[in-house]
């Protein structure tokens, strides 16, 4: 007779100490996943703003009370800038995830329109709050409304502080004129064509007579002393 082997069953040892590291391991991804995700805001610089303060930049992003860093994204901060009229773009980074960089690009205020008592924005949108920007005292013709705002735009923050009023002053010669108003007291004349002129008017002003007068940008720069 043929005797039976017997088979031997081979018991594994179950590796506690694997377990344990693995579920150490699993535990410390956990905590710091949390620790990130609960890390909130705690600096928030804003460039290039002018006509709207930090904190009002501050309160449209919705982020006033320094809230969870990753609960915010950079893309739902902008989305939320965007809405507002007076910002044309903006560009939102984190640093260190808890510092906050937000660079603004404003559609700055042009000019107030007694037309319609309303202040003209940079791309052309009208609001009704009023900013230390120049009036225009009067109707601007369709035909050279949008080149107006176009020009307006191109003007440097500084030259555009120094213009106080502004009509739309056509004649036989012109029919695009412009008679601008300046708070030194000067007065300036220019057309479409000769609006680039205006970002030259610090300069030219220092060689000009120490006295009040009319400044002809619309054809030469000639300058008459209003006696």
Not at 49 to 75: M, V
Not at 94 to 123: A, C, G, H, M, S
Request: hydrophobic residues 35%.
């Amino acid at each position: 007779m043929k005797s039976k082997k017997t088979k031997k069953i081979k018991k594994r040892k179950i590796r506690y100490d694997r377990i344990l590291i693995a579920l150490i391991i699993v535990l410390i991804m956990a905590g710091f996943f949390t620790f990130l995700f609960n890390l909130k805001i705690t600096n928030i610089i804003i460039k290039n703003n002018n006509y709207l303060t930090d904190q009002e930049i501050i309160e449209l992003a919705l982020i006033s009370d320094y809230p969870k860093s990753l609960a915010n994204s950079t893309q739902q901060i902008e989305q939320r800038l965007k809405n507002n009229n007076l910002i044309k773009d903006v560009k939102v980074t984190k640093k260190f995830l808890t510092q906050v960089y937000i660079e603004v690009e404003e559609n700055r205020p042009l000019f107030y329109y007694n037309y319609n008592n309303q202040t003209v924005l940079l791309d052309g949108t009208n609001i009704s709050d009023k900013y230390p920007v120049p009036t225009v005292l009067n109707y601007i013709t369709d035909t050279y409304y949008d080149e107006f705002i176009n020009e307006m735009g191109k003007l440097e923050l500084s030259v555009l502080n120094k213009i106080s009023e502004i009509q739309f002053y056509p004649n036989d010669v012109d029919d695009n004129r412009f008679l601008l108003t300046m708070s030194d007291g000067n007065y300036v004349y220019v057309n479409i064509s000769t609006f680039y002129k205006l970002n030259k008017y610090i300069s030219i002003k220092e060689n000009l007579p120490d006295k009040n007068g009319i400044l002809y940008l619309d054809y030469g720069n000639n300058f008459e002393i209003i006696e």
